[in-house]
């Protein structure tokens, strides 16, 4: 009975540790592979010509390349631990569209590029269920193609800060619970501009996966 109890209290240790290991200095880590996310917030269009407002509702099923804009804020994020419990890296979001229409004229292509840093702080150590703060910010820009007209363009920049947690199931395999807030803001770039402004602000909650390595 004595061996059977040492042995079990021996690997919950080292499994706590395994885990733990994760929010240490010089961890690397892939976040932000999106399972299943929801979002409501809103849409706003400005130009010289006046300006629009709609609201946000979807659920999203996998990464954000697979629903655009409106899911920029589960991009895939690798990170690297600096100091215990805080990490920081770098996070990407491409997104294209196309739209073949009924002739070369009505044929459409769309671009969405996004690059920034990414940060995220631990709690605690040595737990399962591990809460975290997160945030990011970005910058890229998008590509806009209808029939044989030139392509426009515009820049684009967002943030995103949030909470959650991370429930480690297997040494270094997660599963990440995010609540948080983001904005992000399209304008264009052309030399021929209306000085349009295209800005999406949402909450998102959403659950995803974390992969050690």
Known sequence: MKKKSFLLLLILLVGGLTVSAQTEKGKWFVSGLNILSFQVGTS?????????????????????????????????TINYGIINK???????????YSDKGENDNSKSKTSVFAIGPSVRYYFMEEKKFLPFAEGKIGFGGTSDKYGSSDAS??????????????????????????????SLVVKDKGSNSNNFKSTISIVNLGIGMIIGF
């Open 44 to 76: 706003k269009y400005t130009d010289d010509y006046g300006s629009s407002k709609s609201n946000i509702s979807q659920f999203c099923y996998g990464p954000s390349f697979l629903y655009g804009s409106m899911n920029f804020v589960n991009s895939p």
């Open 86 to 96: 805080l990490s920081a890296g770098i996070f990407l979001d491409i997104n294209l």
């Open 153 to 182: 363009k515009s820049g684009l920049f967002l943030w995103y800060l949030g909470t959650g947690g991370t429930y480690f199931f297997k040494p270094k395999v997660g599963m990440d619970f995010t609540l948080g807030y983001g």
